[in-house]
């Protein structure tokens, strides 16, 4: 079974601060690994991607991967309010799986005022 | 393009009645899945297309659950004899490649009383 782990947190920060994100996965044969942003009701947005070890920069988002240790990660600089969502960790495994896309449960995050 | 479209957005159903739900992915994608999701859950995979033909399915959907993409451009979902278990937001996603991201739909929120 591949798995997709996150904190479900709360996590909460100030405005203004970095907000760290964490995420684990099961299976070294990994390829594509993603983080989605969902607002309460809504559906998952696609924020970043990353395809290969180290940092990926998008703004006032950074993407970290580190395959040795199977770990992700998504920083948020500048933290406002509106950046308050779910953030859910997603992996597309290979070999057999038909590269479909498993998620884990999401990290609740708000940026308080 | 207008990304990828689902209706309806909201159902109530009667315990026990028939539901089809539809998506339209963007036109140039020819994958699509179809993922379910519950309070505080990740989206989980139900099932996926590659132009018509379903590719795979998951273990956990039931024989009530049923799905078709005739033509490869628009999908349905059919859920058969609901249960109260079936409340959920079903989601439908689309993507243009094997390991790219995927977009989603607003979702369709069934509820079954």
């Known amino acids: 079974q591949k798995e997709v782990e996150q904190n479900s947190g709360p996590l909460s920060v100030p405005e203004g601060a970095i907000a760290s994100l964490n995420c684990t996965y099961s299976?070294?044969?990994?390829?594509?690994f993603f983080w989605y942003r969902q607002y309460s009701g809504k559906s998952p947005e696609l924020i970043m991607s990353?395809?290969?070890?180290g940092d990926k920069e998008d703004g006032r988002f950074t993407a970290q991967l580190n395959k040795a240790s199977q770990y992700v990660s998504l920083l948020i600089r500048d933290s406002q309010p509106s950046d308050s969502a779910t953030y859910l960790c997603?992996?597309?495994?290979?070999?057999?799986?038909?590269?479909?896309?498993?998620f884990g449960k999401g990290t609740l995050l708000t940026v308080n005022p | 393009d207008t990304g990828v479209s689902q209706d309806p957005r909201h159902k109530i159903t009667k315990r026990g009645q028939n539901v089809t739900f539809r998506c339209d992915p963007i036109?140039?994608?020819?994958?699509l899945y179809w993922y379910r999701q519950t309070l505080g859950q990740g989206p989980e995979f139900l099932t996926y297309?590659?132009?018509?033909?379903?590719?795979?399915k998951s273990r956990l959907l039931s024989d009530r659950f049923s799905a078709e993409r005739p033509k490869g451009s628009f999908s349905t979902l059919e859920i058969q004899r609901t249960e109260q278990g079936d409340s959920a937001m079903y989601l439908c996603?689309?993507?243009?490649?094997?390991?790219?991201?995927?977009?989603f739909g607003s979702g369709t929120r069934l509820t079954v009383v």
């Open positions: 996603a689309s993507s243009l490649a094997v390991g790219y991201g995927y977009t």
């Open positions: 299976d070294r044969v990994s390829q594509s």
């Open positions: 990353i395809y290969s070890n």
């Open positions: 997603a992996v597309i495994y290979s070999g057999g799986s038909n590269y479909k896309l498993t």
């Open positions: 036109s140039e994608h020819n994958r």
């Open positions: 297309f590659q132009n018509e033909a379903q590719l795979e």
